[in-house]
């Protein structure tokens, strides 16, 4: 019985019943994803209002994909569902049990792909408590996070997308605007993003940095290094489209030395 009220809920959030084109992108990657653990997940946010459509893939990836969706009241959302089954357990771990808030690691994929998606949620609420742009968190159940949609009928773009549309200026704006993030996060926040790129920048009414699942605190043993990797990737990133950049080997010196 409860099997058939977890469908029957799936159905509700996917609009099956409204979907004819069997094989759209939304139905085939659902297909792929939403494996038992995912459905009930989903189901619990469904009922909880978290969650009451979803109506497209925004982003597709090895461990994630999201999707946009809309809450019980009609709210634009963001819907992040890792994959419990194909997952890099080793690159997960490694990252976990490096991370001194984290306690037990469960040898269970499922159960540390969870442990993943919680820090994901807590990262975001520590970005935004030291004014970093971000989506805001809402929920998260499992290996599903609910977050705030960015964007209006469609999803705001990545950097990457836009690069060939902005000007040279808009190109230092950003660049002074990433350092003062990287360096307001490790100086105040005690913290570092770790895979801050072109790719994990949606340019919106101010630029919002997203995909924080590596994210983690400066005691944390990789910090330096995922550091090291925020600096390199920004500054070299920016040295190709023209602006002038600090020198990576004294940005690096200054901030260590704080």
């Known amino acids: 019985m409860r099997e058939k009220t977890i469908e029957r809920e799936m159905e509700a959030v996917l609009r099956l019943g ?3 084109e069997k094989d759209s992108e ?11 653990t995912t459905k009930e997940a989903l189901a619990y946010l469904h009922r909880r209002g978290k969650i009451g459509e979803l109506h ?5 990836g090895k461990e994630a994909n999201v999707f946009a969706g809309v809450d019980s009241d009609g709210n634009r959302i963001a819907v992040k569902i890792y994959r419990t089954y194909t997952t890099d357990f ?4 490694e990252y976990l049990a490096a991370d001194p808030r984290i306690g037990y690691l469960p040898k269970d994929m499922r159960k540390l792909v969870f442990q993943w998606t919680r820090r994901e949620f807590k990262n975001l609420q520590r970005a935004i408590k030291y004014a970093v742009r971000v989506p805001e968190p809402i ?9 705030e949609f960015i964007g209006d009928e469609l999803p ?4 990457k997308d836009v ?19 990287i360096e307001r996060l490790w100086k105040r926040g005690d913290m570092v993003h770790g895979d801050l790129s072109e790719y994990n920048v949606l340019l919106w009414d101010k630029p919002v ?30 040295a190709r489209k023209g602006v002038p950049v600090d020198d990576y080997d004294d940005k690096l010196r200054e901030l260590l030395e704080r």
């Open 18 to 20: 409204e979907r004819r």
């Open 26 to 36: 939304l139905y085939k990657i659902a297909n792929e994803v939403f494996d038992k």
């Open 56 to 60: 497209g893939v925004i982003s597709t």
């Open 90 to 93: 080793r690159r997960i771990w």
């Open 139 to 147: 929920i998260f159940r499992n290996n599903v996070l609910v977050m």
């Open 156 to 159: 705001a773009p990545r950097l």
């Open 163 to 181: 690069e060939r549309e902005l000007r040279r200026e808009d190109f230092g704006e950003l660049y002074d605007y990433l350092m003062g993030v």
């Open 209 to 238: 940095i997203i995909d924080w699942s590596q994210a983690t605190v400066k005691r944390n043993r990789m910090s330096v290094e995922l550091l090291k990797r925020d600096l390199r990737n920004v500054i070299n990133y920016f």
